[in-house]
């Protein structure tokens, strides 16, 4: 069974980093596009970064120049390093990824990790 697991969330005080990682684990054939996603509370779940297979970026404007979309294949594990933390980036961060199990292409969730950002 396929499974995305978070980790690194937390408490941080505004102007501070974190470091989430997600790594899926189970058997599968490849690892496609990964990503996170954040859902603050009352609010719809928004994109914050993807990476394709081969590298390329894409980050929402809220976060562009504060975070950084990574990802080792090798351990077949995202991260995002966020940096210069605000309030308003509190909320569940959710890790994504289209991965392919035998011939078909399957989009996966994380459980999610809390971020909270408060002085």
């Known amino acids: 069974q396929v499974q995305l697991v978070e980790s690194g969330g937390g408490l941080v005080q505004p102007g501070g980093s974190l470091r989430l990682s997600c790594a899926a684990s189970?058997?599968?054939?490849?690892?496609?596009?990964m990503g996170w996603y954040r859902q603050a509370p009352g609010k719809q779940r928004e994109l914050v970064a993807t990476?394709?297979?081969?590298?390329?970026?894409n980050y929402a404007d809220s976060v562009k120049g504060r975070f950084t979309i990574s990802r080792d294949n090798a351990k077949n594990t995202v991260y995002l390093q966020m940096n210069s933390l605000k309030p308003e980036d509190t909320a569940v961060y959710y890790c994504?990824?289209?991965?392919?199990?035998?011939?078909?292409?399957?989009?996966?969730w994380g459980q999610g990790t809390q971020v909270t950002v408060s002085s």
């Open positions: 994504n990824a289209e991965i392919i199990v035998g011939v078909m292409a399957h989009v996966y």
């Open positions: 990476i394709t297979s081969g590298g390329r970026t």
């Open positions: 189970g058997t599968f054939f490849s690892l496609n596009d």
